[in-house]
Nanobody, 128 residues
Framework: QVQLAESGGGLVQAGGSLRLSCAAS????????MGWFRQAPGKEREFIVA????????DYAASVKGRFTISRDNAKNTLYLQMNSLKPEDTAVYFC?????????????????????WGQGTQVTVSS
């Protein structure tokens, strides 16, 4: 079992920055891949980026490439998403998720359905 809790969301003006955190508990954090997703009103949940147990990072979604940075601190059981140059279209609920499948440890998935544990989400609102 894995429990995930996001924090760090809020209201920010366009061009601003936020850092999201995802605190994990339960199963050993360093044993599974992690990902960030987001869901805007009326839209499907969107993959942003994922990271392996040894911090190998997938490609970022085109919409955030060059602005967002994922990282993980296995000693602190925490996943981060640094978001810079925020735009109004980044407004969404942001979720962290864990993929505990052994085969994904070093090759994190970009597929939403492959993630088996999810946090409750944190709202990010970017005003224009």
């Amino acid at each position: 079992q894995v429990q995930l809790a996001e924090s760090g969301g809020g209201l920010v003006q366009a061009g601003g920055s936020l850092r999201l955190s995802c605190a994990a508990s339960g199963r050993t954090f360093s044993s599974y891949a992690m990902g960030w997703f987001r869901q805007a009103p009326g839209k499907e949940r969107e993959f942003i980026v994922a990271v392996s147990v040894n911090s190998i990072i997938t490609d970022y979604a085109a919409s955030v490439k060059g602005r967002f940075t994922i990282s993980r601190d296995n000693a602190k059981n925490t996943l981060y998403l640094q978001m810079n140059s925020l735009k109004p279209e980044d407004t969404a609920v942001y979720f962290c998720a864990a993929d505990t499948d052994y085969s994904s440890r070093y090759y994190p998935s970009t597929i939403t359905g492959n993630y088996d544990y999810w946090g409750q989400g944190t709202q990010v609102t970017v005003s224009s």
